[in-house]
């Protein structure tokens, strides 16, 4: 199989797991923040475990998400 015919699928699986890593992710901000109220105390924490790797995924699969549309853009 050529790469064009399989970059699609590649494309599919990546956005699921994207999807699944950034929705696994813990909000901050609550809704006060939304509208101007101070919300800096509960913004800023220390990332440390599984939350951290789930972070260093959802960059990662962000980028190879963004690389394989260009790939497909331009082998397309």
Same mark, same amino acid.
């Given at each position: 199989?050529?790469?064009? +015919? @399989?970059?699609?699928?590649? $494309?599919? =699986?990546?956005? /699921?797991? @994207?999807? /699944?890593?950034? @929705?696994? $992710? *813990?909000? !901050?901000?609550?809704? +006060? !923040?939304?509208? !101007? =109220?101070? %919300?800096?105390?509960? +913004?800023?924490?220390? *990332? *440390? !475990?599984?939350?951290? /790797?789930?972070? %260093?995924?959802?960059? /990662?699969? +962000? ?7 260009? =790939? ?5």
């Amino acid at each position: 199989m050529e790469l064009s +015919g @399989l970059l699609p699928y590649v $494309q599919i =699986a990546l956005s /699921v797991l @994207l999807i /699944v890593a950034i @929705l696994l $992710q *813990r909000t !901050g901000a609550s809704l +006060g !923040g939304a509208f !101007g =109220a101070d %919300n800096f105390s509960t +913004g800023f924490h220390t *990332r *440390r !475990g599984f939350e951290k /790797v789930l972070f %260093n995924s959802t960059i /990662v699969l +962000g980028i190879l998400f963004a690389l394989s549309a260009l =790939a497909h853009l331009f082998i397309g």
